[in-house]
């Protein structure tokens, strides 16, 4: 059952949901094309780099089948905010990783809190949208997911040439702490 919240805010609320789903959309391309890099720095081959991406993917896919038994232990609302929180933190950590096996480890996290956001954002935004506009909601959902993974190969290869690999990782952290304050503070309002 979905938990319905009116927040005062529909766009903040909407912006919110938004950057987290493309924040966490972004995270399974944008370390690709910053593979080379990584391994060189970290001192491994180009072949160990490749878990980087399958660490996060197979978490995520662990992960996503879960979210049902979730949002009924802990409520839609508040798995999302924590998901979001959670993804900062690891994605924090990923940065901050001094090794492979850390890396890699950090990022199989990553991707296991990652996994519940996508489908809580679709579910909030239903329960958040009058029917009517439901679908046009769910659309600008589907057009975040859909330039996300482009947009993640451009601005990885962009942050890793101009700044560092770390980067890749740590611009997560101010946009997820943003979404999700403002889906904790406008659902908070809303109850």
Request: include cysteine; proline fraction near 6%; charge should be positive.
């Amino acid at each position: 059952m979905s938990t319905h919240f009116r927040p005062p805010n529909l766009v903040l609320a909407t912006i919110g949901l938004s950057l987290a789903t493309f924040m966490q959309v972004l995270d399974t391309t944008i370390a690709n094309v910053s593979l080379p890099t990584i391994a060189g720095n970290l001192g491994v081959s180009q072949d160990q780099s490749t878990w980087v991406i399958t660490s996060f993917a197979v978490s995520n896919a662990i992960a996503l089948p879960l979210t049902g038994f979730l949002t009924r232990r802990f409520g839609e609302v508040k798995l999302f905010v924590w998901a979001t929180i959670l993804f900062s933190m690891a994605s924090f950590l990923c940065g901050i990783a001094q090794s492979m096996g850390m890396l890699i480890g950090f990022r199989a996290l990553q991707g296991a809190v990652a996994g519940p956001m996508y489908p809580i954002t679709q579910a909030l935004l239903i329960s958040i949208y009058p029917p009517a506009k439901r679908s046009m909601a769910l659309a600008l959902l589907a057009m975040v997911t859909v330039v996300a993974p482009i947009a993640g190969p451009i601005l990885g290869g962009w942050i890793t040439d101009n700044y560092s690999w770390p980067w890749i990782f740590f611009i997560n952290v101010p946009i997820g702490i943003f979404a999700s304050m403002v889906v904790a503070i406008r659902c908070a309002c809303a109850k």
